[in-house]
Nanobody
Framework: QVQLVESGGGVVQAGGSLRLSCSHS????????MAWFRQAPGKEREFVAG????????KYGDSVKGRFTISRDNAKRTVYLQMNSLKPEATAVYYC??????????????????WGQGTQVTVAS
């Protein structure tokens, strides 16, 4: 059973940076499209960034373009989210997700099959 574990969350000042990591337990990681979502209280889960298993094609939510970068290290079975120029509205629980059904990232949470427990990111103003 595939398990995803997020880490790297915490409290950061507005304008600061943070890097999240997501470790993937299964050998299917190298053929998995991976993504980051976030969810703030009272809001729907929002697509943040995704990366394909082939050619590392990336996709970003409009609110984070130019500030966040997703990457993956297949040897370590880990996906990262580098977050720069953080704004208070980025405060949310960030979730890592795995899709074996899509070759490239899509924005719908329903496309993803396995989810981590989430890591809290709080941006202080």
């Amino acid at each position: 059973q595939v398990q995803l574990v997020e880490s790297g969350g915490g409290v950061v000042q507005a304008g600061g940076s943070l890097r999240l990591s997501c470790s993937h337990s299964g050998r299917t990681f190298n053929t998995a499209t991976m993504a980051w979502f976030r969810q703030a209280p009272g809001k729907e889960r929002e697509f943040v960034a995704g990366i394909s298993f082939f050619d590392d094609i990336t996709k970003y939510g409009d609110s984070v373009k130019g500030r966040f970068t997703i990457s993956r290290d297949n040897a370590k079975r880990t996906v990262y989210l580098q977050m720069n120029s953080l704004k208070p509205e980025a405060t949310a629980v960030y979730y890592c997700a795995d899709s074996q059904r899509f070759a490239a990232a899509v924005i719908s949470p329903q496309a993803y099959d396995v989810w981590g427990q989430g890591t809290q990111v709080t941006v202080a103003s």
